[in-house]
């Protein structure tokens, strides 16, 4: 298996664009988790989705950040407009899911740079 | 709510040497505890798991842990360290709540020296 599958690997965008971060889980897996690490914050859980629904989005900073699961094989998180404050490594992750305590694989992160 | 402690930011080791990497936890019920690696410029990475029987368990690349439920512990070993064992650590939590969401802690730097 490939493992998680993140684009793009970096991004550098002006203050205000929107950008929209991809991720594809690993094939069988049920859960899928949304990720932002920083030096200040370390690693914070954003969103997650479990079967394609989301189950706990608490972790979402604001209305600017927005994430999607259409389907069992891909998930986008949508950041617009974009602040400098943004500037974070993304991380996708997937889980078998479920009522036991699966590990999570994650996959090589996406840098995002907001100038 | 479900939490873990990561005492320590760094720790220094020589090589060869053995090397403990603390974590502390607080649960409401049963805990599911991990142990996660993060290489520079990777994502994180799975080492082991604790879900219930022998209190010490083995995992990725020599390491283990040891639960210890009366002093509410989950330290990650190693016998004798490799410079590439160098990385940063993170311990984590089930939340009880959430059967899929686990809580990471802060991460501890470990550092090899040749």
């Known amino acids: 298996d490939a493992g998680v599958i993140q684009s793009p690997r970096h991004e550098v965008t002006e203050m205000g664009q929107e950008v929209t971060l991809r991720c594809k889980p690993i094939?069988?897996?049920?859960?899928l988790f949304w990720y932002r690490q920083t030096m200040m914050r370390g690693l914070e859980l954003l969103i997650y989705?479990?079967?394609?629904?989301?189950?706990?989005d608490s972790g979402m900073p604001e209305d600017r950040f927005s994430a999607k699961m259409p389907n069992a094989s891909f998930s986008t998180l949508k950041i617009q407009p974009s602040e400098p404050r943004d500037s974070a490594v993304y991380f996708c992750?997937?889980?078998?899911?479920?009522?036991?305590?699966?590990?999570?694989?994650f996959g090589p992160g996406t840098r995002l740079t907001v100038t | 709510a479900q939490s873990v402690a990561q005492p320590e930011d760094q720790v220094n080791v020589a090589e060869g040497n053995p090397l403990t990497v603390k974590c502390t936890y607080s649960v409401s019920g049963n805990p599911y505890l991990f142990w996660y690696v993060q290489y520079p410029n990777r994502g994180l990475q799975f080492l082991l798991k604790?879900?219930?029987?022998?209190?010490l368990v083995k995992g990725s690349y020599g390491f283990e842990a040891e639960f210890n439920k009366s002093q509410t512990s989950f330290h990650l070993k190693k016998p004798s360290a490799l410079v590439s064992d160098s990385a940063l650590y993170f311990c984590a939590v089930r939340d009880g709540n959430r059967d899929d969401k686990i809580i990471f802690g802060k991460g501890t730097r470990l550092h090899i020296l040749p």
């Open positions: 604790y879900i219930t029987g022998d209190n």
């Open positions: 992750a997937s889980s078998l899911g479920g009522r036991l305590p699966y590990e999570q694989y």
């Open positions: 094939s069988g897996h049920n859960s």
């Open positions: 989705f479990n079967n394609n629904v989301p189950i706990d």
